[in-house]
């Protein structure tokens, strides 16, 4: 699975921003699409995930209420909505592929990772 992101930038404190990753090279039907955040000096973060059969979806706590994670399956691709953000919301984030069909948050499952996007909050 090849996975290509798009979006990321500087946004103002309380703003919003829209990730996207277009998956290709297999189908997703026994997939879960993930992302992960990693600030400098910091641990990879899970962030959000998703069984790309049903969309259900799980989101790690610093996140939950501010962002969704959501799935075209037309275009497979998965976004990560981003609103109400902060400073500390800046990170290098990183869109995975696992195989699997429970929606997993341990970043060693992932087999597949994008190129990551830079998201920097200014205050």
């Known amino acids: 699975v090849q996975l290509v992101q798009s979006g990321g930038g500087l946004v103002p404190a309380g703003g919003s921003l829209t990730l996207s990753c277009a998956a290709s090279?297999?189908?997703?039907?026994?997939?879960?699409l993930g992302w992960f955040r990693q600030a400098p000096g910091k641990e990879r973060e899970y962030v959000a995930s998703?069984?790309?059969?049903?969309?259900?979806?799980i989101y790690g706590d610093s996140v939950k209420g501010r962002f969704t994670i959501s799935r075209d399956n037309d275009k497979n691709t998965v976004y990560l909505q981003m609103s109400s953000l902060t400073p500390e919301d800046s990170a290098r984030y990183y869109c995975?592929?696992?195989?699997?069909?429970?929606?997993?948050?341990?970043?060693?499952?992932?087999?597949?990772w994008g190129q990551g996007a830079q998201v920097t909050v200014s205050s």
């Open positions: 090279g297999r189908s997703l039907t026994y997939y879960t």
């Open positions: 995975a592929c696992a195989y699997s069909v429970a929606v997993i948050r341990e970043p060693g499952a992932y087999l597949f």
């Open positions: 998703i069984r790309w059969s049903d969309g259900d979806a």
